[in-house]
């Protein structure tokens, strides 16, 4: 597994978006800067916030009239 670096992003911390970095290592959050680097500038980084929204699933669960793919 890589270790990562997600820089200039708006992190989601004790319920609150604050600008910085968020460093992982061996699949777990660390306090110190690791391996990659990856530039979040203009995204949110939300660790442990899974978002399975898609069309397709929302179709195939409960469809929509009107709504074309």
């Given at each position: 597994m890589k270790d990562w670096t997600i820089a200039n992003g708006q992190v989601?911390?004790?319920g609150a978006?604050?600008?910085g970095a968020?460093?992982?290592a061996d699949g777990r959050i660390t306090d110190t800067?690791?391996?990659q680097r990856?530039?979040?500038s203009g995204c949110w980084v939300l660790p442990g916030i899974v978002d399975i929204h898609g069309d397709a699933h929302e179709r195939a669960l409960?469809?929509?009239p009107g709504v074309d793919f």
């Amino acid at each position: 597994m890589k270790d990562w670096t997600i820089a200039n992003g708006q992190v989601l911390r004790d319920g609150a978006l604050t600008s910085g970095a968020l460093h992982m290592a061996d699949g777990r959050i660390t306090d110190t800067a690791a391996g990659q680097r990856f530039d979040a500038s203009g995204c949110w980084v939300l660790p442990g916030i899974v978002d399975i929204h898609g069309d397709a699933h929302e179709r195939a669960l409960q469809p929509r009239p009107g709504v074309d793919f």
